[in-house]
């Protein structure tokens, strides 16, 4: 098939997440087929505004907020392109609204709805209020464009809000990820000093903030904080950390390539994840290759990809209270803690890109 795909960044933008990493590997999967994929993406500073990576065509046009969404949808309907048998609709809060204007098969991805997600955005006042209060409000009415349109995601906790919003639940195909793995020959020793690692994008949604709030209460040991953030959210951060007192407890790390990020994981003592809702929860299972268990939120997302009380623990308490505590008791039960080292290693061996490829390949199959 030739396929057409619709997502606001590319594994090379600079806020690239895990969720343009599974696209991509999905559609490597699709190439490696025989299918052709083209990608319709956003445009980023230094960008090529088009060229080809892994053999997948990137055309990048308007911002990742909104303007490549109008962009898209008037190059599709006005510009020369060629014939695509399948368009592949992928949601971040707002969708590309294929249903309105393409008329060859559609599938819609989507990695966890936004829900609470929309009123913790990084904009500036009043700006965040108005755009999330009404995201979050509307959120709802989007998924009546795609009753009707087959939809792909990565866990459970999101086929069940789909089905909250009205998808029906044969139309939801749950894939599990697979994790791109740069792992050590001979893994290092922890740190000396109790490590806890934050890994992940640096915006309150994704919660280093609480993860702030929790190693001040922790009292002892330090945290890495891998990940980037805007210039406003790194000042904001900054201000917590001299107000909380953690100037010597706290390391930015900013972004870091795969093969220091598994070093950073396997040298830290904890990853610690208070994200409110995730899609499913990629950094937990790259902690656990390399024997660091995880504490996290009991979120949507988060609660299918730690295993409770096997390749991590779930927080009872959704608040760094709560995960302050359980840190601490994991922290200072060494039996316990040595025997999630050992299972978490195990659980992260359950996910490989091999099987989630021929799942989706098997997926587009039957959509022909």
Not at 203 to 223: N, Q
Request: charged share 25%; hydrophobic share 40%; proline share 5%.
């Amino acid at each position: 098939m030739n396929i057409l795909v619709f997502s606001w960044r590319d594994p090379k933008h600079p806020l690239a997440g895990g969720a343009e990493q599974v696209m991509h590997e999905h559609m490597k999967g699709w190439v490696e087929k025989g299918h052709r994929v083209s990608l319709f993406t956003s445009y980023f500073k230094g960008a090529a505004r088009v060229e080809s990576l892994d053999e997948i065509y990137i055309k990048r046009q308007g911002i990742q907020l909104l303007g490549v969404h109008i962009l898209g949808c008037l190059w599709y309907l006005f510009s020369p392109h060629p014939k695509f048998d399948l368009v592949v609709d992928q949601f971040h809060g707002i969708p590309f609204f294929t249903p309105l204007y393409v008329r060859v098969k559609k599938l819609a991805v989507i990695q966890e709805v936004a829900k609470e997600v929309w009123l913790r955005n990084g904009l500036p006042k009043p700006l965040n209020l108005i755009i999330g209060g009404i995201g979050y409000i509307l959120e709802p009415f989007i998924f009546l464009f795609y009753q009707n349109v087959p939809f792909m995601t990565g866990s459970d906790s999101a086929k069940k809000d789909l089905m909250e919003f009205g998808i029906p639940e044969k139309n939801i195909n749950v894939i599990p990820h697979g994790v791109l793995l740069s792992l050590p020959k001979i893994l290092p020793v922890k740190e000396e000093v109790t490590t806890i690692i934050y890994l992940g994008a640096l915006t309150k949604d994704k919660g280093i903030e609480d993860a702030m709030y929790t190693l001040s209460l922790i009292k002892k040991g330090v945290l890495w904080a891998v990940g980037v953030g805007s210039k406003e959210n790194m000042i904001k951060l900054n201000l917590l950390v001299r107000k909380l007192k953690l100037e010597k407890r706290v390391k930015f790390f900013g972004f870091v390539d795969q093969s220091k990020k598994f070093e950073l994981l396997a040298k830290a003592h904890l990853l610690i994840n208070p994200s409110i809702r995730e899609g499913w929860g990629l950094v937990n299972i790259e902690a656990n290759s390399v024997g660091t268990p995880v504490v996290a939120y009991r979120s949507a997302g988060l609660v299918d990809s730690v295993k409770d009380g096997y390749s991590g623990i779930l927080c009872q308490e959704n608040t760094p209270k709560g995960m302050a505590k359980q840190v601490d008791d994991l922290l200072n039960d060494i039996p316990r803690y040595n025997k999630l080292r050992k299972t978490s290693i195990q659980w992260s061996k359950n996910f490989s890109w091999d099987k989630s490829k021929k799942k989706s390949l098997d997926l587009l199959k039957s959509l022909k």
